[in-house]
């Protein structure tokens, strides 16, 4: 499993982060770093309960390709994807 972005998500668990811009910009680094390793999309995981990033990833052109649901877990798991600029 390659997961450059783990952690990405911690930004929004901190209050002390949130409402500075700072995962946006981290994700924009992200995308950018990618797109020059020759990636074509990227694919993140969030929970329902976690709005902040959900709205971050959905202004930031990902799209819903799949719902789950994890014994224990509270919420919805939303899997998204964007496609990545072509260089």
Do not use: C, W
Not at 9 to 17: I, N, T
Not at 26 to 40: A, D, E, K, S, V
């Amino acid at each position: 499993d390659r997961s450059p972005s783990r952690g990405l998500g911690d930004v929004y668990k901190r209050q002390d982060h949130r409402k500075k811009g700072i995962a946006k910009k981290l994700m924009n680094i992200q995308h950018h770093r990618l797109t020059q390793l020759g990636y074509q999309r990227v694919q993140t995981k969030t929970r329902s309960n976690y709005r902040a990033m959900l709205i971050l990833n959905i202004q930031s052109q990902f799209e819903i390709i799949g719902l789950n649901t994890k014994k224990g877990v509270p919420g919805l798991i939303i899997q998204m994807e964007k496609n990545l600029p072509h260089q």
